[in-house]
């Protein structure tokens, strides 16, 4: 996918703040942070949205929250706690059509979002 950005990051062709990769996964820094602790955790594979999930995507996904788990840990908004958004379309406000999850923390956090 050779003009999307955050395939870019993944294949190391754009610049990304990466604090966390392994096969199937990878996580950097939001580059406009809403939140002390702003991560972006995205799958290696081009998903553009959550409707595009396939069953098969099943182990990956759990891969990303398993990261995501693992790197609240680390950043230490674990105890806490922390959020995690997927912005699916317009009404959401989906910018980057590549499937990623916000992990948002170290600040509380108003309900219902905005
Ligand atoms: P969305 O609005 O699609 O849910 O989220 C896209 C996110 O990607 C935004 O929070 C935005 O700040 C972030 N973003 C956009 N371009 C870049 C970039 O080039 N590098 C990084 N690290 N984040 C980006
Ligand atoms: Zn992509």
């Known amino acids: ?4 950005l955050f ?8 610049k990304g703040n990466i604090v966390y990769q392994d096969d199937s996964v990878v996580a950097f820094k939001d580059i ?6 702003h991560i972006l955790i995205i799958p290696r594979k081009h998903i553009p949205t959550l409707l595009d999930l396939e ?3 099943g182990p990956l996904i759990g891969a990303i929250f398993f990261a ?9 908004i674990a105890e806490n706690g922390y959020r995690i958004v997927v912005n699916c379309g317009a009404d959401a406000g989906q910018t980057v059509f590549h499937l990623h999850y916000h992990l ?10 905005g």
């Open 104 to 113: 948002l923390g170290g600040r509380h956090m108003g309900w219902p979002p």
């Open 32 to 37: 406009k942070p809403r939140a002390p602790v």
């Open 7 to 14: 395939c870019g990051i993944t294949g190391g062709k754009v």
């Open 1 to 4: 996918m050779n003009d999307c």
């Open 55 to 57: 069953p098969a995507d």
């Open 68 to 76: 995501a788990a693992k790197l609240a840990q680390e950043h230490g």
